[in-house]
């Protein structure tokens, strides 16, 4: 089992909907989990981290952690086609906080 | 401008070649790192540096080398022992667990 897992999609919603990517991850003493956007030849931009089970909002996006189950959700309100990137899961590694493993991404594509 | 700085955006490399790509940043990081990210593929980590004088191998460390002489600094060397260069190489730094990347550099082989 792959440390840091996403369905790669592509995931295509209209605009105006409302995105759900998700990731799961195999370490249970994982604490903290991080979303980047990766714009297709651009590097991967932070857009929301998450240390504790429940919701946390930053105004279009909600990262949702369900610990017990192992997964983190990220929530894309409104999607506009300029959402329309590959999404990127990030948690530490088991052996040092330093390091993040990342899963290999979900595209999303919002159609205008 | 606070930022991570990596050169050249984009650079060739002939057979047998060792080429270096620069990664610069000014955030007053300790940590840095880099990453390869092959087509469609995720990012895999190469090596990375908690302090300066210091560094540790990644996943994918054969066929690299870097140096961690300034906290600012963290270049990495593609050896002619690297025999499947071509990729985007991203250079990322981090404040506590949070990393943050430069604009990437795309390695090809002529």
């Known amino acids: 089992q792959k440390e840091v897992e996403q369905n790669s999609g592509p995931l295509s919603v209209p605009e105006g909907a409302i995105a759900s990517l998700n990731c799961t991850y195999s370490d249970r003493g994982s604490q903290s989990f991080f979303w980047y956007r990766q714009y297709s030849g651009k590097s991967p931009e932070l857009i929301m981290f998450i240390y504790s089970n429940g919701d946390k909002e930053d105004g279009r996006f909600t990262a949702q952690l369900n610990k017990a189950s192992q997964y983190v959700s990220l929530l894309i309100r409104d999607s506009q086609p300029s959402d329309s990137a590959t999404y990127l899961c990030a948690v530490p590694g088991r052996d040092s906080s330093y390091k993040l493993i990342f899963g290999s991404g979900t595209r999303l594509l919002v159609r205008p | ?110």
């Open chain 2, 1 to 110: 401008d606070g930022g991570i700085t990596q050169s050249p955006k984009y650079l060739f490399r002939k057979e047998g070649q060792n080429v270096t790509l620069s990664c610069e940043q000014n955030l007053n990081h300790d940590a840095m790192y880099w990453y390869r990210q092959d087509p469609g593929q995720g990012l895999r980590l190469i090596y990375y540096s908690q302090i300066v004088n210091d560094f540790q191998k990644g996943d994918i460390a054969e066929g690299y080398s870097v140096s961690r002489e300034k906290k600012e600094s963290f270049p990495l060397t593609v050896t002619s022992a690297q025999k499947n260069p071509t990729a985007f190489y991203l250079c990322a730094s981090a404040d506590r667990d949070i990393q943050y990347f430069g604009a990437g550099t795309r390695l090809s082989v002529l």
